[in-house]
């Protein structure tokens, strides 16, 4: 049953996903409907972190622009918190920065309190964040400073359309520029982040194969092409190797074929490495969105509770016109479910 409007929801959904629904200007909302419009796992009932009559006013007009099945939400469970102002579907700022902000900490603080098995969010814009007086990177940020954790990181994960194999990418640096990434590298950065994804890969495979990305092209060429790998990175990845003798260790290696095992594997031409570490975003990023766009999703590491979320943004060129594929929203919440339930 729907909501009464009350900020706080009912005592039975303990073990339920809060899925905060993001920029309400963008396409969260549609990939959230058309998502829990589909099959969902046996025992599965989500709770909306959102502004109630917003929701549905967006799916009455998704209604009016699309033929493709829509959750209804008076059949959700909704946290309401109303917007302060109407939002025009592709216009964010200031008023949808502030909104995505809030919902975001709400369906956080579910989960925190025990009401909630895990986390799922829906795109934000950091603009509109920014515009709204809340200067973080990313939600990942911003959830890592809610629960207290020293670090986050960001972890894509991927099931291949063939067998079990699953592409894992963890990134070293998330939202920061390219610029500044030789800078915030180092040693006791790439071991702590080799431990999220050693633990993350032993959910499936208790001796899993891991692969470290390079920095420079062709890893430096003994420092032809960058010293990064030469003066520190080479020698890390030996001494962790030392410390961690049943785990297979590759790298670093030359970014350029770092993922081909990867592309072979998600093709079903064999198993891939059980995960892989990026050095900065748009390393990790491209393979992973090339070879699963649709169906990687954003899990985040390092947090006391587990969160996931699409592995596209906004979509504001798009919004409101009940276009949005929703596979990704779809596996974010199956991965949620399934993860939490490990």
């Known amino acids: 049953m729907g909501s009464s409007g009350t900020s706080d929801p009912s005592n039975s959904i303990r ?14 909302a549609e990939v959230v409907l058309k998502a829990l419009a589909g099959p969902l796992p046996e025992g599965l009932e989500p709770v909306l972190v959102g502004c109630r009559r917003w929701l549905e006013a967006h799916h009455a007009h998704l209604r009016r622009h699309s033929d493709a099945p829509l959750r209804d939400p008076a059949e959700l469970e909704i946290v309401d918190l109303p917007l302060d102002r109407a939002v025009t579907p592709g216009h964010s700022g200031p008023a949808a920065g502030a909104a995505s902000f809030a919902w975001l900490e709400a369906a956080a603080g579910l989960v925190q309190a025990g009401r909630c098995r895990a986390l799922v969010t829906a795109p934000i814009a950091k603009a509109s964040w920014h515009a709204a007086g809340h200067h973080y990177p990313g939600q990942t940020e911003r959830l890592a400073e809610l629960s207290g954790a020293r670090e986050a990181a960001m972890l894509f994960t991927a099931r291949a359309p063939r067998g079990a194999w699953r592409l894992n990418t963890l990134l070293a640096t998330t939202h920061i520029p390219l610029a500044a990434v030789p800078g915030q590298l180092n040693a006791a950065l790439v071991r702590g982040k080799l431990e999220l994804l050693l633990a993350f890969c032993r959910r499936f495979n208790p001796e899993p194969r891991l692969v470290v990305a390079a920095l420079n092209p062709h890893a430096g060429e003994a420092g032809g092409l960058g010293v990064e790998e030469r003066d520190w990175l080479e020698g890390c990845l030996e001494a962790w190797r030392a410390d961690h003798p049943g785990v297979r260790v590759e790298g670093p290696r030359p970014p350029d074929s770092c993922w081909l095992d990867a592309a072979a594997a998600w093709r079903g031409q064999g198993s891939g490495p059980d995960g892989y570490l990026a050095l900065y975003h748009d390393q990790g990023l491209i393979p992973v969105k090339l070879l699963a766009f649709d169906a990687a ?19 504001f060129d798009i919004a409101g016109r009940g276009i949005a594929r929703s596979q990704s929203m779809t596996a974010a919440i199956e991965t949620a479910w399934e993860l939490s339930r490990a």
């Open 15 to 28: 073990g339920r996903l809060a899925i905060a629904l993001g920029d309400p200007a963008g396409i969260g």
């Open 297 to 315: 999703v954003n899990t985040t590491l390092g947090l006391p509770f587990l969160r996931t979320s699409p592995d596209h943004g906004t979509g």
